[in-house]
């Protein structure tokens, strides 16, 4: 494995659907800090295509989390729901190409095939049902009502190989990953697909993520491939668990940042202690923002599940308080 380009763009892509919480802010620093590390830039994206879920108050949250917690980011915010003529462009570009095609398939039959796969002991992917219809059954279809969604032809052999900077090599089967949406039936992009067209356009080269991610990869180094777009290097991360392993949740001490700072807890404590949650370090002791930066390793990001300690977090918020300034104070 290596680490991170001598000139690195990282970007930070959260869903304006709720408030931040711990794995997203972790994410957003990790990426943060490998920028700065090398002179780079951290660039911060909305991924809000999806109307029903995103919120303008949670847009603005997000901001203000980021600020508190001292991430600034470089050049103007992406945001995707004003982008709909470059995904338009994509689209009508493999189209042209033949990479693609409408499906009419209910979210209720695809639910019948999934189960049917399932209790058959296969994989579930979709079945190709609408790839090869002609243009008279494409006519019928509309002519019940059915609104398309817009597949991604995968191929029906071969692989898709890469580096993952946390895991190491990752090969995927084409047959066990199937025709994926790039278009949803509203006309607007689905994440993986505007996701990885704004990472090209943007210029990101290196992309640190949830390890639930992981198998979204191959579906999106596939788009850029079929749009002759550069595809960043990505990473990871392992996910935040509870003190005993258990998934992190309100019962364990989750909590947003914006209720963190309700009470009282410094930027500065929570920074040092997510640094420490999946990154592996030698630093010791409180450090600033700029020394986090010039510790962090991308090849120091750990695979084992990242346990957020409550008691360490008070032992890192007594270490910032103590220096505090009388003016801080």
Known sequence: ???????????????????????????????????????GQFLLRI??????????????????????????????????????????????????AGRVYPCYCTPLEIEISRKTQLASGKPPRYAGTCRHLDETQRTAKLAEGRKPTLRFKVPDSGRVEFI???????????????DFIVQRADGSAAFFFSNIVDDALSGVTVVLRGEDHLSNTPRQLMIAE????????????????????????????????KRLKQ???????????????????????????????????????VRSPARFDPVQLEVWQRDAVHRLTLDEA
């Open 1 to 39: 494995m290596t680490d991170a380009p001598a000139m690195t763009v990282t970007r930070f892509a959260p869903s304006p659907s709720g408030e931040l919480h711990l794995g997203n802010a972790r994410t957003a620093l990790f990426n943060y800090l490998l920028a700065k590390r090398s002179g």
């Open 47 to 96: 991924e809000d295509t999806d109307a029903e879920r995103s919120k303008p108050e949670y847009t603005a949250q997000l901001k203000a989390d980021l600020q508190w917690l001292g991430l600034p980011w470089d050049g103007e915010i992406v945001e995707q729901s004003r982008r709909g003529e470059v995904y338009a462009k994509a689209f009508a570009q493999l189209e042209q």
């Open 164 to 178: 993952d900077l946390v895991h190491g090599e990752q090969r995927f089967e084409c047959a066990d990953i199937g």
């Open 226 to 257: 079929a749009l002759g777009l550069p595809a960043p290097a990505y990473g990871h991360i392992s996910l935040i668990t509870s003190a005993d392993g258990s998934p992190l949740s309100k019962r364990h001490g989750a909590k947003s940042l």
């Open 263 to 301: 009470e009282g807890y410094l930027p500065l404590a929570l920074v040092n202690h997510l640094f420490r949650l999946g990154h592996s370090t030698e630093l010791h002791g409180l450090q600033t923002l700029d020394e986090l930066a010039r510790g962090f390793d991308s090849t120091h990001l």
